[in-house]
Structures are given as structure tokens and as C-alpha cells.
């Protein structure tokens, strides 16, 4: 069995990139473009428990095989977004694919990493 030890979320356009990075001690975010900001704090039980929960979901060794539901992205039409998850045998990641319209397997993983990033006072 795969333990998880730490999620990385990445969206990125021509202004601003926001990256995401949570593991059971620690979440940051990073935003950068006119809003720009950083933030670090201790990861909740809840919100980790939460993020753990919804990757049982995925297949995480699959995730480079994901289909791509659009690529807006690929001509700058839609910021992109790629997700990392690090497991005790390796890190795996998807392709990128427009952020606001991710694989329908990840939308409620991303959700909540946006809400954990709101909760977090941005």
C-alpha cells in the first residue's frame, strides 16, 4: 500500500501562478501576480484526513494516463493546472490541464484545495 506523504497543486497563467503544497505537518500557498502572497501553517487533522480521503478515490499511480477533459491552456485560453502526489515509492503527477476545468476524478480534490487555501486567509 501507497502511504501519501505530501500533495503539490500548481495553476499558472501569463499573470500569476498559485502553487499549493500540503503533507501532515505543514500546507503552504504561494500566490504571485498583483495579489500576491505566501502562507504557511500547520496542516489540521481534518483538512489532511480530508485530502487523504479524497485520493483513495484515484488511482494515483494512473495519474499521467488521466484524460484531459480541454486544452485551453495549450494556447493560453485558460490558466493550467498540474497535481503531484509523493508516496513512499515515488511521486506521480498528471498532465497539466486547464485549472478551471480539471479531469472529473480530481474536481473535488481540487475543490478542497482551494477551500483549504481560502481557509488559510487568502
Given at each position: 500500500?501507497?502511504?501519501?506523504?505530501?500533495?503539490?497543486?500548481?495553476?499558472?497563467?501569463?499573470?500569476?501562478?498559485f502553487?499549493?503544497n500540503?503533507?501532515?505537518?505543514?500546507?503552504t500557498?504561494?500566490?504571485?501576480?498583483?495579489?500576491?502572497?505566501?502562507?504557511?501553517?500547520?496542516?489540521?487533522?481534518?483538512?489532511?484526513?480530508?485530502?487523504?480521503?479524497?485520493?483513495?478515490?484515484?488511482?494515483?499511480?494512473?495519474?499521467?494516463?488521466?484524460?484531459?477533459?480541454?486544452?485551453?491552456?495549450?494556447?493560453?485560453?485558460?490558466?493550467?493546472?498540474?497535481?503531484?502526489?509523493?508516496?513512499?515509492?515515488?511521486?506521480?503527477?498528471?498532465?497539466?490541464?486547464?485549472?478551471?476545468?480539471?479531469?472529473?476524478n480530481?474536481?473535488?480534490?481540487?475543490?478542497?484545495?482551494?477551500?483549504?487555501?481560502?481557509?488559510?486567509?487568502?
Open positions: 500500500m501507497n502511504t501519501i506523504e505530501a500533495v503539490h497543486y500548481e495553476s499558472y497563467g501569463r499573470r500569476s501562478t502553487v499549493f500540503i503533507d501532515p505537518q505543514k500546507t500557498v504561494k500566490k504571485t501576480g498583483l495579489d500576491a502572497y505566501e502562507i504557511e501553517g500547520k496542516t489540521t487533522e481534518a483538512d489532511w484526513n480530508d485530502i487523504v480521503s479524497l485520493l483513495s478515490k484515484i488511482d494515483i499511480p494512473n495519474l499521467e494516463n488521466i484524460e484531459i477533459p480541454s486544452t485551453l491552456h495549450a494556447s493560453d485560453r485558460a490558466p493550467s493546472g498540474q497535481l503531484s502526489i509523493q508516496v513512499n515509492n515515488g511521486t506521480y503527477s498528471t498532465q497539466t490541464f486547464d485549472d478551471n476545468n480539471p479531469p472529473e480530481l474536481v473535488k480534490l481540487i475543490d478542497r484545495i482551494y477551500a483549504i487555501s481560502d481557509k488559510m486567509g487568502r
